[in-house]
């Protein structure tokens, strides 16, 4: 690990002005995936932001009947909280997904955000990755490619986004609020936060440099189903290899009226197409006529097609137990 130096601000305001005052400055919560990335030199901040004390751990109700959550609850306490288990159940389902439970006691909301790909050739230091050093070409492309994209990848990237809690919140259109070292704050709907790669990987939010997230926004419950399945190779401490978070609402007939679906693991953020949404209401819960707008344009990598009649195969189960099929 490179030598950095470190501050402890005591405001929101402080914390931006110390990011926008020195180049090369990361902002530090709970440091799960930032600690690991600074020991393999993936990351060499040269000075480090601790926003641990900043106040920012609350979860708060919204005049809209909605949630605000602060950019430092822990994972493991927003799984727990009785308001998302009650009327946003996708979130907590998909928190205990993730990780491991010493794990989601230290990670944060916007960590849990923020966090980078898994892309082992990302990690190793010695393979190209235009992530890593832009220009430097892409070794996953023509590698091991099991975790890797299938839908929105470019020619200089394949990664996918990790985060099983991202997944959920853009089923629930959640949002991010920023403030920047100017003061200014500014609201981003989750489904523009993440970007995909296209020619600039290395770019992976809409976060201006010393941008800093203060609370992710959440609106009024969404009636319906609320469930979460993630596809991995062990039962524990895996990413996805697919993931599918649903809230699928059902009339007093039987039939679908609404229907919310994001997908991880398939692409460089949550993967969600309205019009998959309107093929499920429209054909009354088919899942296959859901899948086939959903998987649009997916290109495998060789050792990931294996991904494409995955992703199939598992929504069909979330939408027959949300029906109760």
Known sequence: MK???????????????????????RFIA???NLLD??????ETPAHL???????????????????RVGALVRNSDLAAHPRIRKDYAVLSRALLAGASGQLRNKATTAGNLLQRTRCPYFYDTTQACNKRAPGSGCAAIGGFTRIHAVLGASDACIATNPSDMAVALRALDAAVETVDAKGAERTIPLAEFHRLPGDTPQIETALKPGELVTAVTLGKPVPGAHLYRKVRDRASYAFAIISVAAVIDKGPDGKVRAARLAFGGLAHKPWRVPAAEAALVASNGDADAAADAVLAGAKGQGTNDFKIPLT?????????EALGA
């Open 312 to 320: 199939r195969r598992t929504l069909r189960a979330v939408v027959a």
């Open 30 to 32: 709970g440091g799960t």
């Open 37 to 42: 990335l600074m020991k393999l030199q993936v």
């Open 3 to 25: 030598a950095f130096t470190y501050a402890r601000p005591k405001t929101v305001a402080e914390a931006a002005e110390m990011a926008a005052a020195k180049p090369n400055t």
């Open 49 to 67: 932001v601790d926003v641990n004390r900043l106040g920012l751990a609350e979860v708060t109700e919204t005049g809209d009947g909605g949630l």
